[in-house]
């Protein structure tokens, strides 16, 4: 009895001074210790000889051996796995101590934040938005908005035509020119009061430069009810100004001439870029046209069975590269479609 004591604290001082370097070493501890023909079995089997008086006591006692060995196979184990992902084996030719690749964030284009901040402002006036096809036939685009085929002012949107019937049968298929073709579309399913911005790409066939694209993007707006007035009109640009400008910027209205509002105004701000002074930019004029607008056309009205009698209405357009270039300083419209990293980042973290 006294010898067993003995043996089982040699074998646990000779467990406990144990290392293992490797599994192959942890498991050939679990053989000699824990395997079916291991020590620890084998010392159990001791009990028989033990006076019967003594079982029990000796029994507790070969069962803290056994929990002791079992103890230190699992430290052995946890401490492989842990110096494996420390310490790769030399054939591996990752050094996991490294620092990790750094994700570069993409940024969102400054068309994208205009356009956004845009709609924020009309939503905050409780503008819906509204989204049409950018392919659109000749009724959308021109006709119902008082533009019949032979209106002269069909010139100046140098229209992509996509499928022009030969026999003049069926639908002439283009790209939208303007996002006034979104307002036909909204009037043709809903019933006034209407009030909706249309922001869009739309399409001109004009030489690329500097200052012209083939494709820029619009912000429309419609706005009809009972009794909206001139005044509405003014009153909703000029807060959308001042939202997206500040509040020193000033505004001027200018008559102009629209197929689709009479009466018909554009509107300019004053240039943000060189205060006022005369640059490039105003042309030296201190004022920089940023919309076209007006009264929404009582024939545009009855085109889609509105009574122009009841209801009047408001409606505007205005581009996204305009207004981004007042915003961001940017000079050449082919800056926003050339992906060049460098200018898109400057647009990192703004949101
Ligand atoms: N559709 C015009 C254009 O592309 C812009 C415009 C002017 C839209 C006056 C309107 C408006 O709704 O009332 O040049």
């Not at 950018?134 to 021109?142: L, R, V």
């Not at 430069?209 to 003014?234: M, P, T, W």
Request: proline share 5%; hydrophobic share 40%.
């Amino acid at each position: 009895m006294e010898s067993l004591l003995q043996q089982i604290d040699g074998y646990k001082a000779e467990m406990a001074a144990f290392t293992a370097l490797n599994a192959e070493e942890v498991e050939l501890f679990r053989i000699k210790w824990l395997g079916t023909k291991g020590l620890v079995k084998q010392i159990m089997g001791e009990i028989k000889q033990v006076p019967n008086e003594q079982k029990k006591a000796f029994g507790q006692l070969l069962n803290e051996f056994k929990l002791f060995a079992e103890a230190k196979l699992d430290a052995l184990q946890g401490d492989n796995m842990a110096a494996k992902v420390q310490a790769p084996s030399s054939h591996s030719k990752d050094d996991l101590s490294l620092p990790g690749d750094s994700v570069s964030v993409g940024s969102r284009h400054p068309l994208s934040l205009v356009k956004n901040e845009m709609v924020a402002i009309f939503k905050r006036l409780g503008f819906a938005v509204a989204e049409g096809p950018e392919i659109e036939d000749d009724w959308h685009n021109f006709g119902a908005m008082n533009l019949p085929e032979d209106h002269p002012a069909r010139d100046m949107q140098d229209t992509f035509y996509i499928k022009k019937p030969i026999d003049g049968n069926g639908p002439t298929w283009l790209l939208r020119t303007h996002t006034s073709s979104v307002q036909a579309r909204v009037m043709e399913t809903q019933k006034p009061p209407i009030r909706v911005i249309c922001p869009g790409k739309v399409y001109r066939n004009e030489t690329i430069s500097a200052r012209a694209h083939c494709f820029f993007h619009q912000v429309e707006g419609l706005y009809i009810d009972e009794n909206v007035s001139f005044a509405d009109l003014k009153q909703t640009l000029y807060f959308f100004v001042q939202e997206m400008f500040g509040k020193n910027v000033k505004v001027r209205f200018r008559p102009s001439y629209f197929p689709f509002t009479e009466p018909s105004a554009e509107m300019d701000i004053s240039c943000l870029i060189c205060a006022g002074k005369g640059c490039n930019i105003c042309k030296h004029t201190g004022w920089v046209e940023i919309l076209g607008s007006g009264m929404v056309h009582p024939k545009v009205l009855e085109n889609f069975g509105i009574d122009a009698n009841k209801y009047t209405g408001f409606a505007f357009g205005m581009g996204v590269e305009r207004i981004t270039q007042l915003k961001y300083q940017v000079n050449d419209l082919r800056l926003y479609s050339q992906n060049d990293i460098r200018f898109l980042k400057q647009f990192t973290g703004v949101v």
